[in-house]
């Protein structure tokens, strides 16, 4: 039982690292590659590649802040919340697959991100579409696997949870 239990921790860190190890790859690339502010065209001006360092949250929310609320705000309280995010999958036992799936996604994306805001100073941002109703800010990989974690974790919370046998009986007493 204990070794099945290590190979859902080493799985489990294995999908945070490929989310954090994806992310990283393609900022490392745009990072060598792409001039700041550079448009690269991918389809027309609907898919565009463009560098931008955000010192902020999504969307540059904070980069007006002092430095030090800054750093309270968008590194130290993330780092501990990812902390506790990273400990819950980890030593939480019987978490649903989906929910490990989209926590290991969000885990990683966050780790992503607050990594490059403590090695550079900002987060690199690449990626933008424009679809006319469908426009996105400057984003990430690791903004993208926020977001699935997210989806995932939200599609695990409106799925119907079959009752227990705790939930019948405070169903029958009431």
Avoid: W
């Amino acid at each position: 039982m204990k070794s099945r239990n290590n190979i859902r921790i080493i799985l489990l860190l294995l999908m945070v690292a490929l989310s954090v190890g994806c992310d990283q790859a393609s900022k490392k690339i745009v990072r060598e590659k792409v001039a700041e502010h550079e448009t690269i065209s991918i389809i027309k001006n609907h898919f565009i590649l463009t560098k931008v360092e955000n010192t902020g949250a999504f969307l540059s929310a904070g980069n007006e802040l002092p430095d030090t609320v800054r750093f309270i705000l968008l590194t130290l309280l993330p780092v501990i919340v990812l902390c506790y995010g990273l400990g819950y999958l980890l030593y939480k036992q019987r978490l649903p697959t989906l929910m490990q799936v989209g926590l290991c996604l969000l885990l990683g994306g966050g780790i992503g991100n607050v990594y490059d805001r403590i090695r550079f100073g900002s987060v690199t941002d690449f990626l933008h579409i424009d679809f006319g109703l469908f426009r996105t800010g400057v984003f990430n990989l690791a903004d993208v696997s926020i977001m699935l974690g997210i989806g995932l974790l939200l599609l695990y919370s409106f799925k119907k949870a079959p009752l227990d046998k705790n939930d019948l009986r405070s169903l029958k007493t009431s």
